[in-house]
C-alpha cells in the first residue's frame, strides 16, 4: 500500500500555478547567477590591471572562487527543482531516485524494509541503510558509479532525498520496519503551572 508520494499528484490548476512559480524562480536564480559572473568577470580584469604580482593572483583566486560558487548553487537549485527524482513509499518497501550534484547520475532504488539490517543517518543528513547479508536491492544507475558498487559490495546503501519530508515520513511512521533508531525523548511535567506566572509577577 502506498503512504507517501513525491512529488505529489496536482490537478490541472496546481500544475499551472506551480510551473508559473517555478518559471519565476527560475529567473530570479539566472539573474542572481549572472550578477555573480559579472561581479567575478570585474575582478578578474582588476586583477590585471593591478601591478603588484601577489595581488593578481589573488584576485584572480577570487573572481574565479565566485565563479564557481555561481556556477555551483545553479546547480544545486536546478537539482532541488528536478522533475526526474521520486520517492514512493509503501507499507513493505520503498522506490527511490536521486541525483548525484556534480556528476548528475541518476540513480533508482528499490528496497525491500525485510532487507535491512539497520539504519541511520550520516552528518549531511543522508539515510544510511545497512543490509543483510544476501540481501539483493534493485539499483539501477544511469551510467557507471564507482560510489554506489563500492556502497552495496560492503552490504549499505545511500538514500540521498530531494523532499526532506519523505525521510522524515519513513523514520517516524517505519522506523521499526527500517530498523531506525528512534529516540524517545522524556515529557517533563510542570509540577506548578502557576510558578512560571508567580515569578513574573513579582
Known amino acids: ?75 544545486v537549485y536546478a537539482l532541488s527543482r528536478s522533475t ?42 543522508r539515510l544510511i541503510v545497512c543490509l543483510k547479508e544476501g540481501a539483493s536491492p534493485s539499483v539501477t544507475n544511469s551510467k557507471p558509479y564507482k560510489f554506489m558498487d563500492s556502497e552495496l559490495s560492503q552490504g549499505r546503501l545511500m538514500l540521498d532525498f530531494q523532499d526532506t519530508r519523505a525521510k522524515l515520513f519513513l523514520i517516524e511512521n517505519l522506523h521499526e520496519q527500517i530498523n531506525y533508531p528512534k529516540k524517545e525523548y522524556n515529557i517533563i511535567e510542570d509540577d506548578d503551572p502557576d510558578e512560571h506566572e508567580n515569578i513574573f509577577n513579582l
Open 84 to 125: 526526474e527524482c521520486y520517492c514512493r513509499i509503501y507499507d513493505d518497501h520503498i522506490e527511490h531516485c536521486q541525483i548525484t550534484l556534480i556528476t548528475h547520475i541518476k540513480t533508482e532504488i528499490v528496497l525491500q524494509y525485510a532487507d535491512i539490517e539497520k539504519s541511520y543517518q550520516d552528518k549531511r543528513g
Open 1 to 75: 500500500m502506498l503512504m507517501y508520494s513525491y512529488p505529489p499528484k496536482l490537478d490541472k490548476r496546481e500544475q499551472v500555478l506551480k510551473a508559473a512559480h517555478d518559471l519565476e524562480e527560475h529567473r530570479k536564480m539566472q539573474k542572481n547567477m549572472y550578477k555573480n559572473l559579472a561581479i567575478a568577470a570585474a575582478i578578474i580584469v582588476i586583477g590585471f590591471l593591478a601591478p603588484p604580482v601577489f595581488v593578481k593572483v589573488i584576485l584572480w583566486l577570487i573572481g574565479a572562487g565566485n565563479v564557481v560558487v555561481a556556477l555551483l548553487l545553479y546547480r
